[in-house]
């Protein structure tokens, strides 16, 4: 407490309404493998949150043959119950997409420094009052973009350079760089004496060319052709000083295999490679260079057919193409892709910027990636100077998903590791309390029946005690009595029971139609489990049962692998089993009708709404009661402990999760010896409302003289 001295008025505030936070009780995790999209531990450090089924298509691509599991198929129907999902991608030696953009020259006029048959322009016994161009430009694809005359007075032409010993009036920059906006441009050579003026085109490459003439007013008034115009070579050079009247200049490309400017997705998967789908739509992802005027060109980035980033940059320092995109991941400002200048085979050098739009290529040209030697030799094709990206459309290709083969492999990319640098792959990712999971799964053929994942799983909800885990038998695992023989470690694919208050074994599995690709396909039935906790958290609470045809039944499957009956249904609940049945009742419908937890032993731990109950109460005690840390370990702690705790109770009470329980907080439990091991401790006893799963009804017949009042 503050010590007063001084009299006066003093005001002290202190903050004791401490409260339960809110906590979302139906965040499903789905661990499992796709076409893009971050990968967990790797590229992304924690689980991607996804908050619809646009997020995760935009994000993780859609569903495929190619994709093994159904954790994008799982994760659509999920989503259509809760707007909080967590997606974490697996992946091993999964490969970017990625194109060759192709470097090419614009083509060039050189305004000649010592014109052809004039002595001196816009000298004052010359009378040559002006300079008149013609110019036509073309694009890459041989378009005609611009024709247009310029006239330039000649107060503008008073550049005098050194050419040869003599002093003659030249041509000089004068358009400041750019004609104007039908993208032409003229620009000041800076390499000495050799200075005067450039007419450039706005596209680069084999294509895109200019046409030039020129002429000049003389004192008759006539206008008169005057050699001017030198045309640049394809590598960047004069052929001669001598100009001519007119010129037409063509631009140049750059082989890929000498140098390219490298467009690679920003994380890997096959989902990146452009395409055309079965149903005429396209897929991936390309990179499109339009012309634009002066120095810069207008980058496009498409995703799925749509144009979906823009990005006006050049191969100039200010302007610079790789500080728009993003040479790293880490530096990235596109969401879709990052780009490097390469060399041979190679995809990950340091970039080489240019710090002129008139520098020539070749700085470009022999790099050794990461210090290593090229595959190829490097051959200089051509070394021209106005150097930009070629227009045109370039598809990303090549990109992997990563997906292994072998069974054995396959659980080991989904079970995960704990790497190095503190990330955590596959099923690891889901050991982080920051995440809020309460559901987790790895659904589909080939992930989530193995025997691995299956356990990996169920022993990660174990040890953090934060979430269910959801398996099932094997899609055709056969009839009823296969399935149990597998739940029980009796199957060719299992040899250990599963036994734990942290897994629910639902069975069997659901055909629905997947509006993706317009089939039925059979889906793993612990999607539709998670689905329906989901439900039950919307229409109720976690301590309600997910299940029977309030809060279990199945509007989307169309039909169930194996039909149950009664007796079926008893053996999958019943003597010692753990199987939570999917039935389809006539009339009735397709419904989740159990709710079993794969406890074997009998306590109120066998029901899911007990364990999802309890997981909800502890992760409520932890977020209310971390304040409570290094305060004084005393009654009056001992009382705001169950001030905290009371309340929450009591609110859970009202809402039908609890029957009746006990905070207590005192001397009794807090022993002299646990108070000097610096240790408090709450005793919380909790009766749980338990689920009316046997509804029984007594029919009495009487006669007629009993009197029933």
């Not at 980033?309 to 400002?333: I, N, P, Y």
Request: proline share 5%; net charge negative; with cysteine.
């Amino acid at each position: 407490m503050p010590n007063f001295v001084s009299p006066g008025v003093y005001v002290v505030e202190k903050d004791i309404s401490e409260y339960p936070p809110t906590l979302n009780s139906s965040v499903v995790a789905i661990v499992g493998f796709a076409g893009r999209g971050p990968i967990a531990g790797l590229n992304q450090k924690k689980a991607t949150l996804v908050t619809s089924p646009q997020d995760l298509v935009r994000t993780f691509g859609e569903p495929g043959e190619a994709i093994k599991g159904q954790a994008l198929e799982g994760s659509l129907e999920i989503l259509e119950s809760t707007n909080e999902l967590r997606f974490i991608r697996c992946a091993s030696g999964a490969t970017h997409a990625s194109s060759n953009v192709t470097i090419g020259a614009c083509p060039a006029i050189y305004l000649s420094g010592a014109p052809s048959g004039m002595a001196a322009i816009g000298t004052a016994d010359s009378n040559v009052s002006s300079v008149r161009f013609h110019v036509s430009a073309y694009d890459n694809n041989i378009n005609l973009m611009h024709t247009k005359t310029y006239v330039v007075a000649s107060s503008t032409l008073s550049k005098t350079v050194a050419q040869g010993g003599t002093t003659v009036q030249a041509l000089k920059k004068v358009f400041g760089g750019q004609l104007d906006a039908d993208k032409v441009g003229i620009f000041s050579d800076t390499s000495g004496t050799e200075a005067s003026a450039f007419l450039v085109g706005a596209a680069a490459g084999g294509g895109a060319k200019i046409e030039c003439n020129s002429e000049v007013l003389n004192n008759a008034g006539s206008w008169v052709p005057i050699a001017t115009m030198v045309a640049l070579n394809s590598d960047g050079g004069l052929p001669s000083e001598t100009g001519s009247v007119g010129a037409t200049a063509s631009g140049t490309s750059v082989e890929t295999s000498s140098a390219a400017y490298q467009v690679n997705s920003l994380y890997p998967g096959a989902g990146y490679n452009a395409g055309t789908k079965a149903d005429g739509t396209t897929s991936g992802v390309s990179f499109e260079v339009d012309v634009n005027g002066g120095k810069t060109s207008m980058n496009t980035v498409n995703d799925l057919g749509t144009a979906d980033e823009e990005f006006e940059a050049g191969m100039v320092s200010s302007s610079f193409l790789e500080d728009s995109l993003g040479t790293t991941f880490a530096k990235r400002t596109s969401e879709l892709v990052t780009a490097n200048f390469v060399t041979g085979t190679y995809n990950d050098i340091t970039p080489t910027a240019l710090t002129s739009f008139e520098k020539q290529i070749n700085a470009l040209l022999g790099i050794t990636p990461n210090g290593r030697s090229p595959s190829t030799t490097v051959q200089k094709a051509v070394n021209p100077r106005f150097i930009k990206l070629v227009q045109g459309t370039y598809n990303l290709a090549n990109g992997d998903n990563g997906i292994p083969t072998s069974d054995a492999e396959v659980a080991d990319t989904v079970i995960g590791e704990v790497r190095s640098d503190g990330g955590r792959t596959g099923i690891e990712a889901l050991d982080d309390d920051a995440l809020n999971i309460s559901v987790a799964l790895a659904p589909g053929t080939g992930v989530g029946d193995l025997q691995a994942v299956v356990n990996a799983l169920i022993s990660k909800a174990e040890s953090t005690q934060n979430f269910l885990a959801l398996v099932s038998p094997p899609y055709a695992v056969g009839k009823t009595s296969d399935a149990i023989d597998w739940s029980n470690g009796f199957a060719t694919s299992r040899d250990s029971a599963i036994n734990s208050s942290y897994g629910a074994i639902y069975w069997p599995w659901l055909k629905v139609f997947q509006v993706f690709d317009g089939k039925d396909r059979w889906l793993a039935p612990e999607i539709y489990a998670a689905r329906q906790i989901a439900v039950t958290d919307n229409v109720s609470d976690p301590w309600f049962a997910p299940a029977g045809f309030q809060r279990g039944r199945l509007t989307k499957p169309t039909d169930v692998e194996v039909t149950l009956n009664l007796g079926d249904r008893n053996s999958l609940y019943a003597g010692g089993n753990a199987i939570n049945p999917i039935v389809n009742f006539p009339q009735r419908g397709i419904a989740i009708f159990g709710q079993r937890t794969s406890q074997r032993e009998p306590t109120a731990l066998d029901r899911v709404n007990i364990r999802r109950l309890m997981i909800f109460i502890r992760k409520q005690i932890l977020a209310s009661t971390q304040s409570l840390v290094f305060e004084p370990n005393d009654r009056f702690t001992w009382e705001r402990v169950e001030q905290l705790i009371n309340p929450m109770l009591n609110d859970i009470a009202n809402r039908r999760g609890i029957t009746e329980f006990r905070v207590v907080c005192d001397e009794s439990i807090n022993t002299p010896v646990r108070v000097d091991r610096n240790e408090m401790w709450c005793k919380v006893l909790i009766k749980p409302t338990k689920t009316a799963e046997i509804v029984v009804f007594e029919l009495n017949l009487t006669n007629q003289s009993a009197q029933l009042g």
